[in-house]
């Protein structure tokens, strides 16, 4: 089968898994990862099957959207093996879908991705970070009734992974620092980095607004 029919169905497949998503994760959002992931390649050298299928089925058995993730990783492997993909190229799309997340950074042992992983990773995240990712933060965080804001709830420096995945211990300002901030030194690839400026500033600027307006204050006021 051509790569471009095997990216096609793997398209329709996600799309399907997705396109119902409320928490930020929708197939709007695979399409930028997906994007981002294109445009990434042209700078770097990895396989442009497993990346574009990784960066489409990156969140089709995401723990934190779904109850049950080994069945949704069984669906993905039969869906592969019945669409030409080989055994090993569908065990390098699974490591990488597996160990793209922030959390697994909270692990000791940090996963090692292969080029394809770290270009889906970087799209992934810059995707997380900037105007739509302070937009998808808010959005996250309401679809899970987090508090917005809460000045005694103190940014966590340190935490496992049952402890960021405990929403009712977080914010959504918070989150900015427990997680989105950090994401601009995390990036492998030297193009995602340079995106990441810009975004970085963005984030920085709205909560200096943010922060302004939560507590009325009103700079170069004249009364």
Not at 103 to 125: F, H, M, Y
Not at 127 to 155: L, M, V
């Given at each position: 089968?051509?790569?471009?029919?095997?990216?096609?169905?793997?398209?329709?497949f996600s799309y399907a898994k997705m396109y119902k998503d409320t928490t930020g994760h929708g197939f709007d959002h695979?399409?930028?990862?997906?994007?981002?992931?294109?445009?990434?390649?042209?700078?770097?050298?990895?396989?442009?099957?497993?990346?574009?299928?990784?960066?489409?089925?990156?969140?089709?058995?995401?723990?934190?959207?779904?109850?049950?993730?080994?069945?949704?990783?069984?669906?993905?492997?039969?869906?592969?093996?019945?669409?030409?993909?080989?055994?090993?190229?569908?065990?390098?799309?699974?490591?990488?879908?597996?160990?793209?997340?922030?959390?697994?950074?909270?692990?000791?042992?940090?996963?090692?991705?292969?080029?394809?992983?770290?270009?889906?990773?970087?799209?992934?995240?810059?995707?997380?970070?900037?105007?739509?990712?302070?937009?998808?933060?808010?959005?996250?965080?309401?679809?899970?009734?987090?508090?917005?804001?809460?000045?005694?709830?103190?940014?966590?420096?340190?935490?496992?992974?049952?402890?960021?995945?405990?929403?009712?211990?977080?914010?959504?300002?918070?989150?900015?620092?427990?997680?989105?901030?950090?994401?601009?030194?995390?990036?492998?690839?030297?193009?995602?980095?340079?995106?990441?400026?810009?975004?970085?500033?963005?984030?920085?600027?709205?909560?200096?607004?943010?922060?302004?307006?939560?507590?009325?204050?009103?700079?170069?006021?004249?009364?």
């Amino acid at each position: 089968m051509e790569i471009d029919k095997q990216l096609k169905k793997v398209r329709a497949f996600s799309y399907a898994k997705m396109y119902k998503d409320t928490t930020g994760h929708g197939f709007d959002h695979i399409q930028r990862v997906v994007k981002m992931s294109t445009r990434l390649l042209e700078q770097e050298s990895a396989d442009r099957l497993i990346t574009l299928s990784a960066a489409y089925l990156h969140d089709v058995a995401d723990d934190k959207l779904i109850d049950d993730q080994q069945s949704a990783q069984t669906e993905i492997i039969a869906f592969l093996q019945k669409n030409a993909f080989t055994n090993k190229q569908i065990k390098k799309i699974i490591f990488i879908i597996q160990n793209l997340s922030f959390s697994k950074t909270l692990e000791q042992r940090k996963p090692d991705l292969p080029a394809e992983g770290r270009i889906v990773q970087d799209a992934d995240r810059l995707d997380a970070i900037g105007a739509i990712g302070i937009t998808r933060a808010i959005y996250y965080g309401g679809a899970h009734a987090e508090k917005i804001y809460d000045p005694s709830f103190k940014p966590r420096q340190t935490m496992s992974k049952i402890e960021y995945r405990n929403l009712h211990q977080k914010t959504i300002i918070n989150h900015f620092y427990e997680k989105l901030l950090k994401i601009k030194d995390m990036l492998n690839t030297q193009a995602a980095k340079q995106i990441a400026e810009k975004r970085q500033q963005i984030m920085l600027s709205f909560l200096d607004n943010f922060k302004e307006e939560w507590n009325c204050e009103i700079k170069n006021f004249k009364s």
